[in-house]
């Protein structure tokens, strides 16, 4: 089994920061990406940051310099550092984890969710 898990999400007025955290854990071969969705109601799930195990890292043009995606993907966790926020930016976030199970020699590649983190901007 994989977990993923979320943390951080709350209740922060425009111009604030949050930071959210993200650990896979569980039988994970290795760690090839993890990425940060959010979803605001009614509107389909969005890609904001991703990180790649190849050392890419993007970012949806609506966050670029204001969040930040950082972590460590050899032992599954990824954080977001979220500034400037705008009420726009009000969503519940979803961490993804891309990983490979098995062994060596025979792997197989999987996506998990974790729950989600409810993020509010408001004054």
């Known amino acids: 089994q994989v977990q993923v898990v979320e943390s951080g999400g709350g209740l922060v007025q425009p111009g604030g920061s949050l930071r959210l955290s993200c650990t896979a854990s569980?039988?994970?071969?290795?760690?090839?990406?993890m990425r940060w969705f959010r979803q605001c109601p009614g509107q389909q799930r969005e890609l904001v940051a991703r990180?790649?195990?190849?050392?890419?890292?993007e970012y949806a043009d609506s966050v670029k310099g204001r969040f930040t995606i950082s972590g460590d993907l050899a032992k599954g966790t990824v954080s977001l550092q979220m500034n400037s926020l705008k009420p726009e930016d009000t969503a519940i976030y979803y961490c993804n984890a891309d990983v490979f199970r098995g062994t060596s020699l025979a792997r197989l590649r999987y996506e998990y969710w974790g729950q989600g983190t409810q993020v509010t901007v408001t004054s």
């Open positions: 569980g039988s994970i071969l290795s760690v090839e990406g």
């Open positions: 990180m790649a195990s190849s050392g890419t890292i």
